[in-house]
């Protein structure tokens, strides 16, 4: 007659600290209450538009460089090797998501944000001091091809947290990518003003001073729901994904072929370098 009480007072007990478990995830992950606007939601869309200005905006400059590595014979190459620097490049960009995405669920939202604004940084003030094929593989490849894949998934992850009906045009805003338009521009104008050692600096100061911005601006709203797969298979069960993936693979296997080399086509048929800014641009 007495343990009896004594039982279910445990259970109740029980059930109770079960409740508070799930009402405190459910209010660290809860996802209904995302206000869709606002000025902090605003503000990340501003912080992701500077991630994909220095992301693919820095990627898409390489046809300017691949351009000027073959035309001013800053190291002897051929196009094939130099193509190789975009190419490990853009591919770490793409690749490096299979790892930042489990690390951005794990919360490691701020040291992937630190570590890959600090290897874009650096690895484009190396550059600027690079004399031979392996120095610009290496800063340029690598170091900035590492940095852009560290913080492209967190700098878009985060506009899920701040949109919901709104989410197609927050993104739609963060990918102008207007990096793309103005580093190629900075690049052929500088380089046969000032070389080509102070165009990669003044150019990695540009990408100091707006890479500072969504580093300023960005706050996590929704902690991260924790450690998962490094790769769920089971969402290829999906046919209409599996078919987006592979689409989206092939798209990617094509796509820099005409941004490394329309420049330096047009310039080996004596395009102006007018002509080459407008080019770059519109790429």
């Known amino acids: 007659m007495v343990g009896t009480p004594s039982c279910e007072g445990n259970d109740k007990s029980l059930s109770a600290n079960e409740t508070l478990e799930i009402q405190n995830k459910a209010s660290v992950n809860d996802t209904t209450s995302i206000p869709n606007g606002g000025i902090k939601a605003w503000m990340q869309v501003m912080g992701t538009f500077f991630i994909f200005f220095n992301t693919w905006g820095v990627l898409n400059t390489f046809g300017a460089y691949q351009t000027y590595y073959e035309t001013q014979k800053l190291f002897p190459s051929s196009s094939s090797n130099i193509s190789w620097i975009g190419s490990v490049q853009s591919s770490l960009l793409l690749v490096l998501g299979l790892i930042t995405g489990p690390l951005y669920d794990?919360?490691?939202?701020?040291?992937?944000?630190?570590?890959?604004?600090?290897?874009?940084?650096?690895?484009?003030?190396?550059?600027?001091?690079?004399?031979?094929?392996?120095?610009?593989?290496?800063?340029?490849?690598?170091?900035?091809?590492?940095?852009?894949?560290?913080?492209?998934?967190?700098?878009?992850?985060?506009?899920?947290?701040?949109?919901?009906?709104?989410?197609?045009?927050?993104?739609?805003?963060?990918?102008?990518?207007?990096?793309?338009?103005?580093?190629?521009?900075?690049?052929?104008?500088?380089?046969?003003?000032?070389?080509?050692?102070?165009?990669?600096r003044?150019?990695?100061?540009?990408?100091?001073?707006?890479?500072a911005i969504p580093i300023t601006v960005f706050r996590l709203r929704v902690k991260p729901s924790g450690k998962r797969k490094l790769l769920d298979l089971v969402a290829f069960r999906e046919p209409a994904y599996t078919f987006f993936v592979l689409g989206g693979t092939l798209e990617f296997i094509s796509l820099n072929i005409p941004f490394y080399y329309v420049n330096t086509l047009l310039s080996v048929r004596g395009s102006s370098p007018m002509t080459l800014d407008s080019i770059c641009s519109q790429f």
């Open 202 to 211: 003044a150019i990695g100061l540009v990408i100091l001073v707006t890479i």
């Open 106 to 200: 794990a919360g490691y939202f701020y040291p992937l944000l630190f570590s890959g604004s600090f290897m874009i940084v650096f690895g484009q003030m190396m550059l600027s001091l690079s004399k031979e094929y392996y120095q610009v593989l290496l800063s340029q490849g690598f170091c900035i091809g590492l940095g852009t894949g560290l913080i492209l998934i967190p700098g878009v992850a985060v506009l899920s947290t701040y949109f919901g009906t709104k989410l197609a045009l927050a993104n739609g805003v963060a990918v102008l990518v207007a990096g793309g338009i103005l580093y190629p521009i900075i690049f052929q104008q500088l380089f046969d003003q000032i070389g080509f050692a102070w165009t990669c």
